[in-house]
């Protein structure tokens, strides 16, 4: 299977897109806010400097996260495919992975956009602060997130379009998970025949 880059706003479903998309093609799944949040859970050196941006809604710095994205990568089971989740979120850690990539004589795969509006976002946030209780999941942690993702992630789509490897599945278009999945299961396998 292609590698796979799932691609959006917080909130617009990348982990749960991603779990459906790893168990049905039984692909490897990397969760860049899954390993920060282990780490600070295992009380680590490296989860004690990620709680302070993670807190604040901002971003680790790239030279941090494209070590740990590399060393993740390469405990993944060769072969199958990897769908990257919340990873990249700079131009500079696009260009990163790239290279990590070619290194290994593997590629970017296909770059898969989901795209939901502010108002969806910020209902289902809050909805999953009250379930999760994700310390970063309140009103003014979220609305600091989404003004770092326009400013500092939105401007890689463009990135990826130019790759030639993106393609976007809209929420408004597909109204329903099922009726999102239907579109991304058929891309994927479009892609990968
Ligand atoms: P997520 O679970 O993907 O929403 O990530 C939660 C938080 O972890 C983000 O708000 C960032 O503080 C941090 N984080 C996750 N992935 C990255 C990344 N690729 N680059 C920088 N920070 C990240």
């Not at 992975?97 to 593997?106: D, S, W």
């Not at 009250?130 to 997130?145: H, Q, S, W």
């Not at 463009?158 to 891309?187: N, P, Q, V, Y």
């Amino acid at each position: 299977m292609k590698n796979i880059i799932i691609f959006g706003a917080p909130g617009s479903g990348k982990g749960t897109y991603s779990a459906e998309i790893a168990s049905r093609y039984g692909m490897g799944h990397i969760s860049t806010g899954d390993v920060l949040r282990a780490e600070i859970k295992n009380g680590t050196e490296l989860g004690r400097i990620a709680q302070g941006y993670i807190d604040n809604g901002q971003l680790i710095p790239d030279e941090l996260m494209i070590d740990i994205l590399a060393s993740k990568y390469d405990s993944m089971p060769a072969g199958q495919g990897v769908i990257f989740d919340g990873f990249p979120r700079t131009i500079a850690q696009a260009e990163a992975l790239k290279t990590m990539l070619a290194q290994r004589g593997h590629d970017l795969g296909m770059m898969i956009e989901l795209i939901v509006g502010e108002d969806v976002l910020m209902e289902r946030l809050l909805r999953r602060a009250k379930l999760e209780g994700r310390a970063d999941d309140n009103e003014e942690t979220i609305r600091k997130r989404f003004a770092v993702y326009h400013a500092q992630t939105e401007p890689l789509s463009r990135w990826f379009a130019d790759e030639g490897i993106r393609h976007t599945f809209d929420w408004s278009i597909c109204k329903t998970k099922e009726g999102m999945l239907d579109a991304i299961f058929k891309e994927i396998e479009k892609q990968n025949a």
